[in-house]
């Protein structure tokens, strides 16, 4: 079923996706030595250069999906830099007070919905 939407549905929607990844990527970019500690402390390999991974996908992904161009590219670096995210940044399993399980609980889901969405958008683009 194919459903035609007004033009600024479309372009909020690309709007609201993207801001959470440009302007988290930024921040890494911004913290750039706080985020690669933060990710040493979570035993992620090479904090340094995932630090800059992370940045150069998030912010260029969010660009070429919120500028149409090559959204397919776009969605691809979103949702395989946001996929793997949880697995290493959010797990609940191991917290033990219960506030930060949820807590973390709660970013682990989010960034799985994110990874959905951006697989959305690309099977919507194709």
Known sequence: M????PLWVVILGRVL???????????HLFYFQSHSAHLARK???????TTVLT????VGGGILVLA????LIGCALLFGIILPAPFYLHRFW???DWYMRLSEFAHFMKDLSLAGAALLLFAATT
Do not use: D, I, K, Q
Not at 17 to 25: C, E, I, K, L
Not at 55 to 58: E, G, L, S
Not at 68 to 71: A, F, K, L, Q, V
């Open 2 to 5: 194919h459903v035609e939407l």
């Open 94 to 96: 191991h917290e033990t």
């Open 17 to 27: 996706f993207v801001s959470y990844f440009v302007t988290m990527g930024s921040s």
């Open 68 to 71: 149409n161009w090559h959204p």
């Open 43 to 49: 035993h992620v390999p090479l904090p340094r250069a």
């Open 55 to 58: 940045v150069t996908t998030m």
